[in-house]
């Protein structure tokens, strides 16, 4: 009987073969659906080994949409956003699973902590569930650091490094530390400033109003601040002393994207830059003293021109006087090494393979 159906037993067999083989392919590929404060962005990653934040990024695509604005108006998400963001996640979910055929679990949907302030987010989480059979997650606002420790420091890592990201209002981050019986703990950082919040603070010491978009004088003034700025950030690393012990910083936020884009003016492939406190001043010394070289450049260089259509000149400046300070006041600096997590946009992402992964102990 066998032999009479051998052919066909053989096919079942490669058939079967097949399918497994493709299937255990795919499970190393992930994707990522963000709905931003002012974006929708799409990520597809391959990942050869989350331990060391080994990874290839297969696909990325992104589409401006200002939620932020729209909830901080009403308390609520407009009908036009709901439909738009349905319509848009439905393609691209569509998209990914035809193109990369990947397991449906390794597929998320996720929310900026801002919709969790849209009194009628519960429609859109609702519409998209029925039309995709997928869960929509809102990211927890206080578990915002502890994401970007877990997506933006490579697991392997995670006891030795410390992490800080420059962001428009603040600047957070943290560590974690190792306690007994193989537990670990989340230690957030914090500083009041940001980008934004640092330009607002200098602008308002400029007395003299005619002189408020005076690049000239509003350098003066940041000079000035620049001593308030230390103080905090001296503080913050006094208050953790166990940062002395950790050997790697790593560093995430459009302050230091915008550095690394504009000082280093290559197409780095790495997904940690290696960067140093000197590089920082001398980008400085640029910033404020021959700014022509950076809108010259932009002419030509798309991601110059992006940073450029980001921020203007004053907070650039804000956001580098924040690196700096973070940098000086470190303890034993020069033994340590510093990198950029240059692919910001895929941390959370990471973050929520590390979690599911059995090799990585995220139990903190």
């Known amino acids: 009987m066998i032999k009479k159906n ?43 080994n989350i331990k060391k934040a080994d990874y290839k990024i297969l696909s990325f695509w992104t589409e401006r949409i200002p939620f932020a604005d729209h909830i901080g108006a009403n308390g609520q998400l407009t009908p036009e956003d709901i439909s ?26 996720v929310a900026a902590p801002v919709f969790a302030s849209a009194t009628n987010v519960d429609v ?62 989340f230690i957030p950082l914090e500083l009041s400033f940001g980008t934004m919040t640092l330009t607002d603070a200098v602008e308002k010491t400029v007395v003299n109003k005619s002189q408020a978009n005076d690049m000239s004088a509003y350098q003066e003034k940041s000079f000035d601040y620049n001593t308030i700025l230390r103080k905090k950030t001296q503080e913050l ?3 953790n002393p166990l940062l002395m012990k950790k050997d790697k910083l790593y560093l995430s936020g459009g302050a230091v994207w915008a550095f690394s884009t504009l000082y280093y003016d290559e197409n780095v492939k790495d997904h940690y830059i290696p960067l140093t406190l000197q590089d920082a001043v001398d980008y400085d010394a640029i910033l404020k003293n021959n700014f022509g070289k950076f809108t ?69």
């Open 84 to 109: 738009k963001t349905s319509i848009t996640v439905v393609d691209q979910l569509k998209k990914i699973r035809t193109d990369y055929k990947m397991l449906d679990e390794n597929i998320f949907i």
């Open 124 to 185: 859109l989480k609702n519409k998209i569930a029925t039309l995709t059979n997928k869960e929509l997650e809102i990211l927890d606002v206080n578990e915002e650091a502890k994401t970007l420790v877990k997506g933006a420091i490579p697991p392997v890592d995670y006891a030795n490094a410390f992490l800080l990201d420059i962001g428009a209002q603040t600047t957070k981050g943290g560590y974690i530390d190792e306690l007994k019986d193989n537990k670990l703990e």
């Open 296 to 364: 010259n450049l932009a002419k030509t260089n798309k991601e110059v021109a992006r940073v450029l259509n980001t921020y203007d000149q004053k907070y650039l400046i804000s956001a580098n006087n924040i690196l700096i300070a973070c940098l000086e006041s470190i303890p034993n600096l020069a033994t340590k090494k510093v990198y950029f997590v240059k692919e910001g946009q895929v941390t959370w992402l990471i973050s929520y393979i590390a979690e599911r992964s059995k090799k990585i102990n995220t139990n903190f």
């Open 237 to 239: 690393f006094a208050a």
């Open 6 to 48: 051998k052919p066909q037993v053989l096919f079942f067999i490669l058939f079967n073969l097949f399918f497994t083989l493709n299937s255990f392919a795919q499970k190393s590929i992930y994707a990522g659906i963000e709905i931003g404060r002012r974006a929708i962005k799409v990520s597809v990653i391959d990942v050869s």
